[in-house]
């Protein structure tokens, strides 16, 4: 039996429904990130899994049993359900070390743990209006945690920080993880921050479950467009592009249109061989490598370079390196 499970939720907003007859289920210990675009309810979801908005129909387990709604208890959330919003509320005026000792359910031992997994060690006498928004972000989380949650909730957590702090934010979780035995559920619009951190993607179109999977699996094998663009650049290749298809991939005829190729899947020369001839359009310095938009058959094609020594309109010839 799984551990977390989600059974046909529904949820109506102004008579819209916003999250339609979703349901999946998820192992304790596992990392999950829900992906969409904006508007496709990842944050209704997540309030509605922590206990803090009520359902239209549906439920919600943990271990078992039901998690309430606010309209079934008094107190709205789940004692084991942490849940952090990408606001990161914290009270105006108090020493951080206060803040988190009003909160905290656990030994001073336990709490000194989660503060350094946190890097929150050297912030405990400052004031949390003293903080920048990545410390306040880890202490928030702190905060949250030293409730003692078995469940880890976390709605956009790399939205407002900068790619150091992302990268921090990432090892604190996979940390807090490993050695906290904690689940974490991830929402984020941007598939490619949970690529690298999550065990299984879910993505959500207008509340609804496009694809489940593993990161490997939807990137490499999407659905569909709109989760192939979630999780980084493709080049779309459709029934009508024939001429393009008979010379290019071959090998992949037949196949289910349209098709997903990544452009790392792709492979420029500046000698003829066996691929097909196109012009360069234009090129985009990405650091590792370059992502380079060549004109083939009236169609922009995305490939990925290591470098771009082409100027607009040389000609170049693009070849597949395997199937897709």
């Not at 928004?133 to 905060?143: D, N, P, S």
């Not at 169609?299 to 693009?318: D, E, F, M, R, Y």
């Amino acid at each position: 039996m799984s551990w977390l499970t989600v059974q046909n939720l529904d949820k109506v907003y102004k008579e819209e429904s916003v999250i339609d007859q979703l349901s999946f289920s998820i192992n304790q210990g596992i990392k999950l990130g829900i992906v969409g675009e904006t508007g496709a309810s990842k944050t209704t979801l997540l309030k509605i899994i922590a206990g803090l908005l009520q359902a239209d129909g549906g439920q919600v387990l943990l271990d078992g049993v039901k998690v309430n709604g606010p309209e079934d208890q008094l107190l709205p959330g789940h004692p084991a359900i942490g849940y952090v919003s990408q606001h990161f509320e914290l009270r105006n005026n108090y020493r951080v070390e206060e803040e988190l000792e009003m909160a905290s359910n656990i030994d001073d031992q336990k709490a000194a743990y989660i503060f350094s997994i946190c890097r929150i060690d050297h912030l405990l006498k400052r004031k949390t209006t003293e903080l920048s928004g990545g410390e306040r972000q880890r202490i928030v989380l702190a905060k949250t945690l030293v409730k003692n949650p078995s469940l880890l909730l976390l709605d956009e957590p790399f939205s407002n920080l900068d790619p150091a702090h992302k990268n921090q934010m990432k090892g604190v979780l996979n940390e807090l993880a490993t050695n906290l035995s904690l689940t974490m559920v991830l929402v984020s619009h941007d598939g490619s921050d949970l690529l690298s951190w999550a065990d299984s993607l879910l993505v959500l179109h207008r509340g609804k479950i496009v694809q489940f999977g593993s990161p490997a699996e939807l990137y490499l094998n999407p659905a569909n467009p709109y989760v192939a663009g979630l999780l980084g650049p493709f080049n779309q290749i459709e029934e009508t592009d024939s001429a393009l298809l008979k010379q290019l991939f071959l090998n992949y005829i037949p196949v289910k249109f349209p098709l997903i190729v990544r452009p790392e899947k792709l492979v420029l020369s500046a000698q003829k061989n066996k691929g097909i001839v196109g012009t360069i359009h234009q090129s985009f310095f990405m650091g590792g490598f370059w992502l380079v938009e060549v004109v083939v058959f009236e169609k922009i094609i995305c490939v990925q370079a290591l470098n771009s020594p082409w100027a607009p309109g040389t000609p170049v010839w693009v070849s597949s390196i395997e199937p897709v």
